[in-house]
Nanobody, 121 residues
């Protein structure tokens, strides 16, 4: 069993930056793909980025260039650096673990509880 805990969310002005962290426990996730998703009120959960066990990243088109996903397997932690934030980035951000490098949320086996990101205009 894997437990995931996100942190680093908060309130930021448009154009600002935040760095989210996702710490895993229970077992190593070094051989899992780790993904970030987000969900705004009244909307479906949306893929943001994922990273393979070897560090290969993949981004949703709208996030590419502004968001950077990374991982530290020694710390069992994955990160999401978010720059040039916009009000439409406001959402609860979730991290998740999957045995495969996929983008569909139903392909992820473990989920964190989420962290709120609010971007003010």
């Amino acid at each position: 069993q894997v437990q995931l805990v996100e942190s680093g969310g908060g309130l930021v002005q448009a154009g600002g930056s935040l760095r989210l962290s996702c710490a895993a426990s229970g077992r190593t996730v070094s051989n899992y793909a780790m993904g970030w998703f987000r969900q705004a009120p009244g909307k479906e959960r949306e893929f943001v980025a994922t990273i393979a066990w070897n560090g290969t990243p993949f981004y949703a088109g709208s996030m590419k260039g502004r968001f950077t996903i990374s991982r530290d397997n020694a710390k069992n932690t994955v990160y999401l650096q978010m720059n040039s934030l916009k009000p439409e980035d406001t959402a609860v951000y979730y991290c998740a673990a999957s045995r495969n490098l996929v983008t569909g949320p139903n392909r992820y086996d473990y989920w964190g509880q989420g962290t709120q990101v609010t971007v003010s205009s």
